[in-house]
Every structure is written in structure tokens, then in C-alpha cells.
């Protein structure tokens, strides 16, 4: 009886010490040392601590005052802070208190994406060089851990770290060069919270409900949820089992050499990061409602096989993190896909389709840019290591619309065609100065009647570009850069790529395909 009664008292003892470090005032776990918070904004600052206690905030001679709900969360806004830093802050509570030495004020930025967001600054050109140079503590920059789905293990931390030699090197190049960039020109601190995962498509950072409630979108979601229904759990878990094992065996083959065993792939269902909405909820939602002045996105590889849908699921996206960060407004800048000649296994130009549904997106969504990287691609590789100039084209994108410096930012987009005789003569917008190209101009195609495109000719004539072929006599249509590897070459003055496009509204190959087909 002894025995039971000291067990019962031990369990209650460490239950009454569990709830007591779950009622101890904590802050969200993105508030630690080095955050930078968002200048001249609301500023959401949020925690948990006892029920319905006072939370009294201070920093830079403010103090901010707010109450825990029954529940113990608590929420409330800072404003007018002052940019620089480092700013102490302290949070108190009746019984307790954080302290946070370093804070600082400046820009911050989200940055979002798959693997070539992912592609870390130690892999990019000179790399290397740059992380030997790179000392500035005024660039900040938390990763976001990678969790594939709830009960998955924990792969690193939420702490702020500075962008120098000694963490630098794991960093999201695109988002460093960007960072960069913005803090040389603006002068302030800037903090990047880093949140993507190679392979990963637009609709696994989106909720259920915001898929569903699109008619266009909602099939991603019911196609799952069939499948996973109709294999059921237990067959799933074997079919996990078995995938852990296969992979085992493929990276020993591969480390001892074996170049051509076939990497096997992940059984989709629960615990694949890949499944609709999961990263949302073990990623995403980690951060959400962090105020941020804008978000950085490249992505696009995953869902190019339904690139008409990426209309639809692309600005739907856009408007979930806006909501989500309490922003309606929240300027999200993008990569347009670089080229890549193996961007589809049945060799269909499936890229140009995701380009243009890219290209939509910026003209049709407001508050959003698009960094044009078709110069920047690799023929064989999914992976270009040109990680600088992209992250520089989309600081100049903020420049220009973010932050109301008047600088080029786009290269030229087609804006409309005139058929005379036997030519198409080509206008765009975002010429600036006059239209470039280094050497001869390629990347042109050109059909008549019978809708078939053939290598075309063409030449800068002014702020225009006449098109024409052999052949062609009655031009109907012309398409530049529409490939998923092609040598286009067209610029403005300002040595920016112009966008792929097209003149026509032919059916697209990914037409009305909205789900994936799971094995």
C-alpha cells in the first residue's frame, strides 16, 4: 500500500511541476536573443504565462500592457520603434520575468520556397569567398527547423543568428545576397526568417480550409484524403517500413559508389513533409504572425506538371500569408523558373507553362514582384549555383516597389504585337533606355495557320523587336523563350532579362490537371 500511495505521490508531484513550467511566462520562441523586429509597423508580440494574469512589455522607454486568457496565451502590438539596436527588452508577469539583452529594429523578410531557396551559400558561386568576407551583424536570420509532420524529430532550433563567417555557410544564398543588399542600401538591421524545403510544393504551405474553399484547388485535397483513405494506416506504416529500409540500402550503395541504384521514393500519406497543408502546420505556422515587411518566394519546380493551376493555387497562397501575417498589403516578391532542359520526363515544355502562370501572378496580383531568371539556369542541372544575382534582382524589385527607390527592376514584357504581311513587330514594356541583346537574337518562334512554331529570326528595331521566318508568309503567333532550356537573349538597357511569353492562348499541356497520381 506504501508502495502505491508514494508512486501516486511522485505522480502527482511531477504533474503539478509540469503545469507549473507550462503556467511560467515565456515568449514565442522566434523572441529570443538578436530578433530583429519590423520598423515604422505593428509589431505583434505574443506568449503564455498563467491565466488571466498582467504582462507588462518594455523597450525603447515604451510599455505595453496586456492580459493572459484563461488559457494562459497572451497577444499584444508594439509600435513606433525606433530603428537600430541592440534594444533591451523585458517581459514581466506577477511571478516572473524574461530578459532579452539584444533586440534590434530594422526589416524583416520571410523567405519561402523549395530546393533552390534551399540551396545553402556555401554550394553557390564563390560561396566560399563570400562567407570568409561576410561580418556584418547587422544581417540576421533564423531557420526554421525542417518537420516533416507532428511527432517527427526536431532538427535544429528558432535562435537568431548573425549572417558571419561562423554561420553563414547552411544560409539560403538567394536570401543572404538579398539580405545583403537591402542592408547596404537601406542601412538599417535586417532579419530573415528562413522557412522552405527542397521538393516541396505551393499547396504544402497552405491550410485545408483555404484549398477547399477553391473549387480549382480543393481535388488537391479530396484526391489525398482518397488515397489515403483507400490504403488505410496500417498499410501505410508497412509501406513506410519498407521505404526506411530501401533508403538505408541506397545511401550505403551510393557511399560505397553505386551511381546508378535508383533512389527510392517516399510512400505518400501522413508522414510525408510533401502531403497538402503539412509544412503549413510543422513549419509555417511556427512563425505566423511574426510581422514582416515582406515575403521572398521560389518555387514553381514542384507544381510545374500543373502549371494551369498554379494560377489559381499561386495567388491563393499568397493571399493565406497574407491574412496569416495580418498584412492584406504584405509585398511578396518571386523567382520566375530559370531554364533547365530535363524539367520534365516525358521532354514536354511544361516550364514556359509555370513561367507564364508565374508572369500572371505578378501582373494580376498587386503588392507582388517577379525577378526574371532565365538567364541563370543550368542546361543539366535543376540546381544553378547562380544564387548572387538572383537574390540582387530581387532586392532591386524591393527597391523599386517596396521601398520607393527608382531604380530598374524588371526586364522588358511583352506587351503587344502588330502582324504586317509577313512580320510580327514586337512592343514591351520596362524598355528603359532601349532593348539589348549579346549577339544575335535567339530564343524566337513563329507559326502561321497551321499553329506549328518554327525557329524564327528576329531583330532589335528601336524599342521593338521584329520577328519573322522563311517560309511563314501570313504570321499568326510568336512565342519567345518558351522551352524549358532556351537561349533567349533579349534585354533592356539595364542588362535585365526579359520575360518568356507568348502572343497566343493555344491550349496548354497542363490543362485541367489538378491532382497528383500517388503510387
Not at 509597423?41 to 505574443?46: C, D, F, G, R
Not at 549555383?385 to 527592376?409: Q, S, W
Not at 517560309?471 to 524549358?484: E, F, H, L, M, V
Amino acid at each position: 500500500m506504501k508502495k502505491y500511495l508514494s508512486i501516486s505521490i511522485i505522480l502527482l508531484c511531477l504533474l503539478l511541476s509540469i503545469k507549473s513550467e507550462a503556467q511560467k511566462l515565456q515568449l514565442g520562441e522566434l523572441f529570443n536573443e538578436g530578433a530583429v523586429l519590423q520598423r515604422n509597423s505593428k509589431v505583434s508580440i505574443w506568449g503564455t504565462s498563467k491565466p488571466s494574469t498582467t504582462i507588462s512589455i518594455n523597450i525603447q522607454d515604451k510599455k505595453v500592457q496586456t492580459k493572459s486568457d484563461k488559457n494562459g496565451d497572451w497577444k499584444t502590438d508594439l509600435s513606433a520603434l525606433k530603428e537600430g539596436g541592440p534594444y533591451p527588452m523585458t517581459v514581466i508577469s506577477a511571478t516572473d520575468t524574461v530578459k532579452i539583452k539584444e533586440i534590434y529594429v530594422g526589416e524583416v523578410w520571410i523567405a519561402g520556397g523549395q530546393s533552390n531557396m534551399a540551396f545553402m551559400l556555401e554550394k553557390s558561386d564563390n560561396g566560399e569567398q563570400e562567407i570568409v568576407r561576410a561580418n556584418n551583424t547587422n544581417i540576421r536570420f533564423v531557420m526554421v527547423p525542417y518537420k516533416a509532420y507532428e511527432g517527427d524529430k526536431t532538427r535544429g532550433d528558432m535562435n537568431w543568428r548573425t549572417a558571419t563567417t561562423e554561420n553563414v555557410s547552411k544560409m539560403s544564398a538567394v536570401a543572404y545576397y538579398f539580405a545583403k543588399d537591402l542592408q547596404q542600401k537601406l542601412n538599417v538591421p535586417v532579419g530573415v526568417i528562413c522557412c522552405y524545403k527542397g521538393g516541396s510544393g505551393a499547396e504544402t504551405w497552405m491550410t485545408r480550409e483555404s484549398l477547399l474553399k477553391n473549387p480549382d484547388l480543393s481535388p488537391i485535397v479530396e484526391n489525398y484524403e482518397s488515397y489515403y483513405s483507400k490504403l488505410g494506416k496500417a498499410k501505410y506504416l508497412d509501406l513506410v517500413s519498407k521505404y526506411e529500409n530501401d533508403l538505408k540500402q541506397y545511401q550505403d550503395s551510393v557511399k560505397a559508389g553505386n551511381t546508378t541504384i535508383k533512389n527510392p521514393k517516399e510512400p505518400m500519406g501522413e508522414q510525408n513533409y510533401n502531403r497538402p497543408f503539412g509544412l503549413y502546420y510543422t513549419m509555417l505556422k511556427r512563425v505566423i504572425p511574426y510581422s514582416l515587411k515582406g515575403a521572398i518566394w521560389y518555387q514553381g519546380e514542384h507544381n510545374s506538371p500543373r502549371a494551369e493551376q498554379y494560377r489559381t493555387l499561386f495567388p491563393a497562397m499568397i493571399e493565406q500569408w497574407r491574412m496569416d501575417f495580418n498584412n492584406p498589403a504584405l509585398p511578396f516578391l518571386f523567382v520566375q523558373l530559370p531554364g533547365y532542359s530535363n524539367a520534365d520526363t516525358r521532354n514536354r515544355p511544361i516550364w514556359p507553362e509555370l513561367r507564364e502562370a508565374q508572369l500572371m501572378t505578378w501582373q494580376n496580383v498587386k503588392n507582388t514582384g517577379m525577378a526574371v531568371a532565365i538567364d541563370l539556369g543550368e542546361k543539366s542541372t535543376i540546381h544553378p549555383p547562380h544564387k548572387e544575382p538572383v537574390g540582387k534582382r530581387l532586392a532591386i524589385c524591393a527597391f523599386n516597389t517596396v521601398y520607393g527607390i527608382d531604380i530598374p527592376y524588371s526586364g522588358p514584357v511583352y506587351k503587344n504585337v502588330e502582324f504586317t504581311a509577313n512580320q510580327a513587330l514586337l512592343s514591351f514594356n520596362f524598355v528603359y533606355e532601349g532593348l539589348k541583346a549579346n549577339g544575335s537574337l535567339q530564343g524566337f518562334t513563329i507559326c502561321g495557320s497551321n499553329n506549328i512554331f518554327v525557329p524564327a529570326k528576329a531583330e532589335i528595331k528601336g524599342n521593338q523587336v521584329v520577328v519573322w521566318a522563311e517560309g511563314i508568309t501570313s504570321p499568326k503567333a510568336i512565342r519567345y523563350g518558351w522551352d524549358n532550356w532556351t537561349e533567349a537573349n533579349l534585354t533592356n538597357s539595364a542588362d535585365l532579362p526579359a520575360t518568356p511569353f507568348r502572343t497566343d492562348d493555344f491550349p496548354l499541356l497542363t490543362a485541367g490537371i489538378k491532382t497528383i497520381k500517388y503510387q
